[in-house]
Nanobody, 115 residues
Framework: QLQASGGGLVQPGGSLRLSCAASGSISSFDVMGWYRQAPGKQRELVARVTTNFGANYADSVKGRFAFSRDNAKNTIYLQLYSLKPEDTAVYYC???????????WGQGTLVTVSS
């Protein structure tokens, strides 16, 4: 089970850190990521990290968002900098293991960027 948190209302140019805490160890997952879904739009990839290929970010967030993890806390993070109104969305965390059906999603946390 994944519990996402850290969303909220922030002004343009502001920052937030999203957290996604797992109920168990995350060390066995080789695919970790964050996705978002804006109102009226499809869910899209924000950041995805795999053991084999490293980190991949959506072009729209490169240089502004950063993925990190803390195995000891069984938590992954997404640091959001220089936020723009178009970053407004519900952000979802995801953990998976290649070659298995293990694919877990958090419940989503809402980020609203507005003045």
């Amino acid at each position: 089970q994944l519990q996402a948190s850290g969303g909220g209302l922030v002004q343009p140019g502001g920052s937030l850190r999203l957290s996604c805490a797992a109920s168990g160890s995350i060390s066995s997952f080789d695919v970790m990521g964050w996705y978002r879904q804006a109102p009226g739009k499809q869910r899209e990839l924000v950041a995805r990290v795999t053991t084999n290929f490293g980190a991949n970010y959506a072009d729209s967030v490169k240089g502004r968002f950063a993925f990190s993890r803390d195995n000891a806390k069984n938590t992954i993070y997404l640091q959001l900098y220089s936020l723009k109104p178009e970053d407004t969305a519900v952000y979802y965390c995801n953990l998976g293991r290649t070659g298995t059906s293990l694919d877990y999603w958090g419940q989503g946390t809402l980020v609203t960027v507005s003045s």
